[in-house]
Each structure stands twice: as C-alpha cells, then as structure tokens.
C-alpha cells in the first residue's frame, strides 16, 4: 500500500524562531517577572554601595565626582554618627529580645488555648500592622505625657517593643497552628517531662518562626523613624541622625553605613541556607 506524502506546508526558518522565542518566553516568564523584581530592590542599595566610595565637592553626596576610600578608612568622621549607630543597635538588640520573648508566649497562648477573649486579641494584635504609624506613633507620645514620663531611652524601646510585637505573634503564632500535636503526645508518651517536651520538641519546631520574628523586629526597630521620632525628646537615633544630616548635606559616611549593614543582612541569609542546605544532605545522608 503507498502511503502519500505530507503536502502541508511547513513553516519556514525565519516563520518558526518568533515562534520558538515566543515559547521560551511564556515558559520562563515568572523566572524573569522575580528577577526583575529582585533587581528593582537590590538597584538602590547597589548605588548606596557605588556612592561610598564617592569624594563630593559639596556638602551632599548625590552626584558623583572622583574615587575615593577615605570614607571607608574613616566610618566615624563624622560627629555623633557612630554615637547614634550605636544608639540604634542598642535599642534594636533589647526591642528585639523584649518583642520575641512576649511574643512567642503570646503566639502559644493563642495558638494552643481557647478562652473567651481570644477573637478579641487577635483583633489587637493585627491593628499595629494596620494602623499608619504615625497615629501609633501619637498615642503613644500622648500616653507618656499623661503618664509624666520623659522622653528618651526608654520611650523609644518601649514604643519598638510595642510595635515589634504584632509581628513577632504573627510569624510564631503561624508556625505553631502548623506543628503536629502528636510530636509532644509522642514525648510524653516516652515519659518526657513537660520542660524536657518544650525544650526538645516543640521549642526546635518553632524555632523557625520565633528566629524569623526576631529578626524583622530588629529590621523593623534599626529603621524606624516615624515612631522613635515622637517619643525619642532630645535623643538621636541613626534614622534621625541621616534625617537631619539630609537637610544640612549628607556625609559619604552614612553609605559606608548603610553599605555595611547590607552587607551583614546578606551574609547572615546566605549562612543561614549553607546551613540549612548542609542540614538537610545530613539527614538524607
């Protein structure tokens, strides 16, 4: 039997490489929609990063002249900003460890017990993080005035631990509704005591959430402005310190500053994945 050949027409070369294209675009969208993304975010710290390294003829750093380390060489040059740096680390570091220890039990509280006021918390704790700041911000510069407590130190760690507190319940709370209560049965069904179950079972489960909370309130307390400029009186934090030196001319020394700290943020992810990608070619292993 004779089989007939194909008399379709096929496309020519020049017909089929739009097409071909067009393919490998649809099929690598999403790919190129995240790196675009990611690009967009990462385009103003990398001209923070080129303008350190920036010598301006002026008092403000915004155009670029010549090549230069010296603020590198010299990060305290200027007065009082590595004064306000530390300031900043400071409350950062006990908001942070403030913020994560309610949180965390707040999160257990109201993830693991039923009691009548729960809907009721739940509501207070999301409206932080929906309110704009400056009304928070307000509240609690009128709360401190009514209470005859001067502005300084401690209003603004208060004020950070306040707000840093929503998103501490929030990450916790969202990583114990998801833990298996048959891990901690099967603890104690092995005669574990209740501190022996807490600190072997559920602790290291929800470790990644509580070091998650943890780090946003750091993140979130380091670079608020809004709220620690109501409550902060005659202190200077590193946000105000740039804020002010903005309207007389900014210092090349607070991009070495914000270069480093970048950098820290970015070293500190990729030990954490090498870290988690070893753990887990262990445990496969």
Not at 14 to 36: E, F, H, N
Not at 86 to 96: D, E, N, P, Y
């Given at each position: 039997?004779?089989?007939?050949?194909?008399?379709?027409?096929?496309?020519?070369?020049?017909?089929?490489?739009?097409?071909?294209?067009?393919r490998?675009?649809?099929?690598?969208?999403?790919v190129?929609?995240?790196?675009?993304?990611?690009?967009?975010?990462?385009?103003?710290?990398v001209?923070?990063?080129?303008?350190?390294?920036?010598?301006?003829?002026?008092?403000?750093?915004?155009?670029?002249?010549?090549?230069?380390?010296?603020?590198?060489?010299?990060?305290?040059?200027?007065?009082?900003?590595?004064?306000?740096?530390?300031?900043?680390?400071?409350?950062?570091?006990?908001?942070?460890?403030?913020?994560?220890?309610?949180?965390?039990?707040?999160a257990?509280?109201?993830?693991?017990?039923?009691?009548?006021?729960?809907?009721?918390?739940?509501?207070?704790?999301?409206?932080?993080?929906?309110?704009?700041?400056?009304?928070?911000?307000?509240?609690?510069?009128?709360?401190?005035?009514?209470?005859?407590?001067?502005?300084?130190?401690?209003?603004?760690?208060?004020?950070?631990i306040?707000?840093?507190l929503?998103?501490?319940?929030?990450?916790?709370?969202?990583?114990?509704?998801?833990m298996?209560?048959?891990?901690?049965?099967?603890?104690?069904?092995?005669?574990?005591?209740?501190?022996?179950?807490?600190?072997?079972?559920?602790?290291?489960?929800?470790?990644?959430?509580?070091?998650?909370?943890?780090?946003?309130?750091?993140?979130?307390?380091?670079?608020?402005?809004?709220?620690?400029?109501?409550?902060?009186?005659?202190?200077?934090?590193?946000?105000?310190?740039?804020?002010?030196?903005?309207?007389?001319?900014?210092?090349?020394?607070?991009?070495?500053?914000?270069?480093a700290?970048?950098?820290?943020?970015v070293?500190?992810?990729?030990?954490?994945?090498?870290?988690?990608?070893?753990?887990?070619?262990?445990?496969?292993s």
């Amino acid at each position: 039997m004779a089989v007939r050949e194909s008399t379709a027409p096929t496309a020519p070369p020049a017909a089929r490489a739009p097409r071909t294209a067009l393919r490998w675009l649809r099929s690598r969208i999403i790919v190129i929609a995240g790196l675009c993304t990611l690009g967009y975010l990462i385009l103003p710290n990398v001209i923070v990063l080129v303008f350190s390294f920036n010598k301006p003829n002026g008092r403000f750093n915004y155009q670029w002249q010549r090549f230069s380390t010296d603020a590198w060489t010299d990060p305290c040059g200027v007065a009082d900003l590595c004064g306000s740096l530390g300031l900043s680390l400071q409350i950062a570091v006990w908001a942070t460890i403030g913020a994560t220890a309610l949180g965390t039990m707040i999160a257990f509280a109201l993830a693991r017990y039923r009691f009548r006021a729960r809907p009721s918390v739940n509501t207070l704790i999301f409206l932080p993080m929906a309110m704009p700041e400056v009304v928070m911000a307000a509240s609690l510069a009128t709360l401190f005035l009514n209470m005859g407590i001067q502005f300084g130190f401690w209003t603004i760690l208060i004020a950070h631990i306040m707000f840093c507190l929503s998103f501490v319940v929030t990450a916790v709370k969202a990583r114990v509704m998801s833990m298996d209560p048959r891990l901690e049965q099967a603890a104690q069904d092995l005669y574990a005591s209740p501190l022996q179950t807490f600190l072997r079972v559920t602790l290291p489960i929800a470790a990644p959430g509580i070091a998650a909370g943890a780090l946003l309130s750091f993140a979130l307390s380091f670079d608020d402005f809004i709220i620690t400029n109501f409550n902060a009186g005659s202190t200077v934090t590193f946000p105000m310190f740039v804020w002010g030196s903005a309207q007389r001319g900014t210092p090349v020394q607070i991009n070495v500053i914000g270069t480093a700290m970048f950098l820290v943020a970015v070293l500190c992810v990729v030990v954490g994945q090498l870290a988690g990608n070893r753990r887990k070619r262990s445990k496969r292993s």
